[in-house]
Nanobody, 117 residues
């Protein structure tokens, strides 16, 4: 069983920055893709950013140029650097990984990000 534990959420003012981290219990080389999703109240969960095993990244249009996803294979962590935060970025953020082969997905428990003055 794969375990993912997110950290780094909190309350930040508009224009501020936060860095989310996801500690993964298994080597990152086990996964074809790693990503961050978010879910705001009353809305569906949506993709924020994804990082493939080949090193490619993809971002949702609302966060392009502001968020950066990256990994540390030595520490088995996937992080999301969020800059120039806006109130509309307020959501619970979830870490996700997809395995090679059977494409199993695993999720973290989520971390709350609130952008408010």
């Amino acid at each position: 069983q794969v375990q993912l534990v997110e950290s780094g959420g909190g309350l930040v003012q508009p224009g501020g920055s936060l860095r989310l981290s996801c500690a993964v219990s298994r080597s990152l080389y086990s996964y074809v893709a790693m990503g961050w999703y978010r879910q705001a109240p009353g809305k569906q969960r949506e993709l924020v950013a994804i990082l493939t095993s080949g090193g490619s990244t993809n971002y949702a249009d609302p966060v392009k140029g502001r968020f950066t996803i990256y990994s540390d294979n030595a520490k088995n962590t996937v992080s999301l650097q969020m800059n120039s935060l806006k109130p509309e970025d307020t959501a619970v953020y979830y870490c996700n990984v997809i395995t090679f082969g059977d494409r199993q997905q695993f999720w973290g428990q989520g971390t709350q990000v609130t952008v408010s003055s």
